[in-house]
């Protein structure tokens, strides 16, 4: 079976940095995808990990680590517009391969 | 250039009717994927296609729930009859299907939001 945990909820200030993480056990593994989801919009693409490191882009960066079933997603000088929620999405490997199952999402609050 | 285009963006129908959700795929995307959003259950994959074919279905709740994809820029979604269980938003994506060793980005219409009453 396939299973995604993240964080349900999280609260961070403006300017700050914050960290959502993400684990997956999954049959197959074939890259992990971050999303970002405004209330009321479409999931817009953030990031995409294959293998393992830090993947920088701006102010988001996203790590993996395969061994470990383990990603993160960090938020760096936050401003409100971030508020948002957050979905960690993972890619198996097969036949298959665009298929993603997704997380049920981390809505991060950035406050003033 | 336009994204994924989805109709109708907002529908409230009675239980027991048809309901029929549209797509149009970003032109020249070669996957296109069916989702269905809920506080309690998140973004669920219910089918997808490539070139036009359905590849994955496992996703489809039941025989009430049947997607089509006559050609490369439309597909539909269909729940008969609906349920007030259903209710739900409703999100088409595209993506150009790469190589092995690569990956594709899908983009996400702006969802349609079904209440059945």
């Known amino acids: 079976g396939q299973n995604i945990d993240q964080p349900t909820e999280m609260t961070a200030t403006e300017g700050a940095i914050v960290q959502i993480n993400c684990t997956y056990q999954?049959?197959?593994?074939?890259?992990l995808f971050w999303y970002q989801q405004h209330a009321g919009e479409a999931p817009t693409f953030l990031s995409y990990?294959?293998?393992?490191g830090l993947e920088e882009k701006g102010r988001f960066s996203s790590f993996l680590s395969r061994s470990k079933g383990y990603s993160y997603l960090l938020l760096k000088e936050l401003q409100m517009k971030d508020s948002a929620s957050y979905l960690c999405?993972?890619?198996?490997?097969?036949?298959?391969?665009?298929?993603?199952?997704f997380g049920t999402g981390t809505l991060l609050a950035v406050q003033p | 250039d336009a994204g994924v285009i989805q109709s109708p963006r907002h529908e409230v129908t009675e239980m027991g009717q048809e309901v029929t959700l549209r797509c149009k795929p970003i032109?020249?995307?070669?996957?296109l994927f069916w989702y269905r959003q809920t506080m309690m259950r998140g973004l669920e994959l219910l089918i997808y296609?490539?070139?036009?074919?359905?590849?994955?279905d496992s996703g489809m709740p039941e025989d009430r729930f049947s997607a089509k994809m006559p050609n490369a820029s439309f597909s539909t979604l269909k729940i008969q009859p609906s349920e007030p269980r259903d209710s739900a938003v409703y999100f088409c994506?595209?993506?150009?299907?790469?190589?092995?060793?690569?990956?594709?980005?899908?983009?996400f219409g702006p969802g349609t939001r079904l209440l059945v009453l």
């Open positions: 999405a993972v890619r198996s490997k097969g036949g298959a391969t665009n298929k993603l199952i």
């Open positions: 032109s020249g995307h070669n996957s």
């Open positions: 999954t049959s197959g593994f074939n890259g």
């Open positions: 990990n294959v293998l393992d």
């Open positions: 296609f490539n070139n036009n074919v359905p590849i994955d």
């Open positions: 994506a595209s993506s150009q299907r790469q190589g092995t060793g690569t990956y594709e980005t899908q983009y």
